[in-house]
């Protein structure tokens, strides 16, 4: 994107940078530029499908069996609307082991709004239908639950309704063609720009979208200040709005700023909005606090046409640090999990949580989407980690490797149901501390010759796991310990499963889901819903009195878009916001009207 390169003048005359760190954003725009745009989506996804690698099979043909499978989780979702209709209406969300509602999303009818796109997608016309007058007249300055303790008013936290509301108006709209949907995400944008009113233009945690004050401090969480570029993108886009397209892009300009100041590497998790730089505990993670902030790097990538490189380039540097520093294989049964570092010394913790399993979904579709190839980054600018990182790297295929960790780590998130007894997975586990940094043992495979497959996916048969709840006790046989048992009806396992059976058509991964589907409906259900379990490892399952918007947003969609042939929002056109909404693909020619507008100075309003 040519305002990238108004950033690197900046920064040259600024001085803080080396002129070999601009340098890696400057060739790889060049290399670039030299590929022929304007091809549409499907005939530049083709021409990288040959020759068909082995993960790219064909898909099944249709059969009676999964379409009998995508009409139960159809029914699935009508069990958990209805119910929130009928005792939640008018409210966020459906509690459902009392039968009463909830505000917890600022009074806004979140799960309608969440589950919009849902419902097109699964033909419920007569839901859709009656959702539309409710949303035209609905108040986005009207704010009615009270969030955040200690506050004296009302705050709207920004980067939740911005991933449930504002993408699910969004999709809804790209899927309907319906303007109302259009105008409200217009008028809501519009309503959460004041909250990008910092030095760099990153949103603060909160806002009362009638006084426009701000709220949350100058602290600002990774995923929560970088996961909104998507949504502001594609409002600029539909809309044909610079205003909108100004806040999306300032926030990857900034982003861009940090990864040359860093020189490669990941994103920390922790910031400070008064400076817009990373600061506070320095942690490494996917999981909590960081997942869609990364997802959002390749995203931005792939819905903007590809052509805005350094995107492309802060997600393989991301990544390239990912797998060789918070990938790690486990001693017994070989199982591949992604944890978190802390400190400058970046000790892993061993932590896997499920939130970090929509990252084997991220990397599958990155291998399937694009060549993937390092030689886009020069490497003598990079700090020496990221230096270290890109030359493991560089004897790899990466679209190989990437597409074998994103098999290796989707199949442990599956294991982690498929060993529970309630076939549930966990929220998070500890892994067994003496497991090895994956890229030694790749090391050693390599230095070997290459011989047999990757390593790392050897685990593939489920354990089942009698452990005692929280037992602090060695992690053998299973190689870890359930640290927190809750299972909240979380989407990103079956993300991934969903991701890795559509690139690679190998029906295990539709078995996988089916399995878990069939353990939702045996311990989630009740009569009016589906409710969080407080524990995975217990038979009969312990239910809570919750059932969260993003389990009909996403979790049912993903399963039904799982069980289905025909695929009504194919990957190589769409891309999935982080709450499971779809975008579609434009091209890049949309998306260039709009720089030569872009102030260069900081947003401030
Ligand atoms: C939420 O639903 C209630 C009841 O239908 C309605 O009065 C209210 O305006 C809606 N709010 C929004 C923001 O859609
Ligand atoms: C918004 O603020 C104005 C001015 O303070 C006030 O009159 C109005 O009632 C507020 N609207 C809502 C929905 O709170
Ligand atoms: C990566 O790109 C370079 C330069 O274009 C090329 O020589 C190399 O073969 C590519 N590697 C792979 C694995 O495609």
């Known amino acids: 994107m040519a305002s990238y390169q108004s950033v690197l003048s900046r920064f040259r005359s600024a001085r803080y940078i080396t002129a070999a760190v601009a340098a890696v954003f400057v060739v790889s725009t060049l290399y670039y530029i030299q590929i022929p745009a304007g091809h549409p989506p499907s005939d530049r996804f083709s021409s990288w499908n040959d020759p068909p690698r082995p993960w790219q099979r064909p898909i099944t043909p249709s059969s009676p069996v999964w379409d009998a499978r995508a009409a139960q989780v159809k029914q699935a979702y009508l069990h958990a609307y209805e119910g929130y209709l009928k005792y939640a209406e008018g409210y966020d969300e459906l509690r459902p082991l009392s039968n009463t509602g909830i505000n917890n999303f600022?009074?806004?009818n979140v799960t309608m709004y969440d589950s919009l796109d849902t419902m097109l997608l699964m033909d419920l016309h007569d839901e859709f239908s009656a959702a539309l007058p409710i949303i035209s007249k609905g108040?986005?300055?009207?704010?009615?639950?009270?969030?955040?303790?200690?506050?004296?008013?009302l705050y709207v936290p920004f980067f939740e309704t911005v991933i449930r509301y504002l993408g699910g108006l969004l999709a809804a709209h790209a899927l309907s063609g319906e303007q109302l949907l259009l105008d409200k995400a217009d008028e809501l944008g519009t309503l959460l720009e004041p909250a990008f009113n910092t030095y760099k233009g990153f949103p603060v945690f909160a806002i009362d979208t009638n006084s426009t004050e701000l709220a949350g401090g100058i602290s600002g969480i990774l995923a929560e200040i970088a996961s909104c570029q998507l949504e502001w993108t594609y409002l600029a886009h539909t809309t044909g709005s610079k205003k909108h397209f100004r806040y999306g892009n300032q926030v990857i300009q900034s982003l861009v700023e940090t990864m040359i100041e860093r020189q490669g590497g990941m994103f920390p998790t922790n910031w400070n909005l008064q400076n817009g730089r990373p600061g506070g505990r320095d942690t490494l993670s996917v999981g909590a606090a960081a997942d869609s902030a990364h997802e959002y790097l390749l995203k931005q990538y792939l819905m903007t046409g590809q052509k805005d490189t350094a995107n492309l380039e802060m997600y393989l540097l991301s990544t390239n640090e990912m797998l060789t520093r918070l990938?790690?294989?486990?001693?017994?049964?070989q199982m591949l999990y992604i944890t978190d570092t802390n400190g400058p010394k970046h000790m892993p913790s061993h932590v896997f949580e499920h939130l970090s399993c929509f990252f084997p979904g991220l990397l599958a579709l990155g291998a399937h989407t694009l060549p993937l190839n390092l030689s886009i980054i020069d490497p003598s600018g990079l700090n020496p980690d990221a230096q270290r990182a890109y030359r493991l790297l560089e004897n790899y295929d990466l679209r190989e490797l990437h597409m074998?960790?994103?098999e290796g780590l989707a199949t442990s998130c599956w294991l982690m149901y498929a060993d529970m007894p309630t076939g549930l997975g966990p929220e998070i586990a500890n892994m067994e501390p003496k497991s090895r940094p994956w890229i030694d043992v790749l090391e050693e495979w390599?230095?070997?010759?290459m011989r047999g497959p990757i390593p790392g996916l050897a685990a593939t048969t489920p354990m089942?796991?009698?452990?005692?709840?929280?037992?602090?006790?060695?992690?053998?046989?299973?190689?870890y310990v359930v640290r927190r048992t809750d299972y909240f009806l979380r989407p990103e396992t079956l993300e991934s499963i969903y991701i890795m059976w559509r690139v690679t058509g190998d029906p295990v991964w539709r078995e996988r889901g089916w399995?878990?589907?069939?353990a939702i409906e045996k311990h989630t259900k009740t009569p009016s819903g589906y409710a969080s379990l407080r524990s995975v490892v217990r038979v009969p399952a312990v239910q809570q009195d919750e059932q969260p918007s993003y389990f009909l947003a996403e979790t049912l969609k993903y399963l039904y878009l799982l069980f289905i042939d025909e695929d009504p929002v194919p990957l190589d056109q769409w891309v999935f916001n982080t709450e499971a909404h779809p975008f579609p693909i434009?091209?890049?020619?949309?998306?260039e009207k709009f720089k030569f507008d872009i102030p260069s100075s900081r947003v401030r309003n």
């Open 106 to 108: 600022n009074g806004w």
């Open 139 to 153: 108040n986005f300055r009207k704010i009615k639950n009270y969030k955040f303790p200690g506050a004296t008013k």
């Open 327 to 333: 990938m790690y294989v486990t001693p017994n049964r």
């Open 404 to 406: 074998a960790a994103a």
């Open 446 to 449: 390599r230095r070997g010759g």
């Open 464 to 479: 089942p796991y009698t452990k005692p709840e929280q037992s602090k006790a060695t992690s053998k046989p299973w190689d």
């Open 515 to 518: 399995g878990i589907f069939q």
């Open 586 to 591: 434009f091209e890049w020619s949309n998306y």
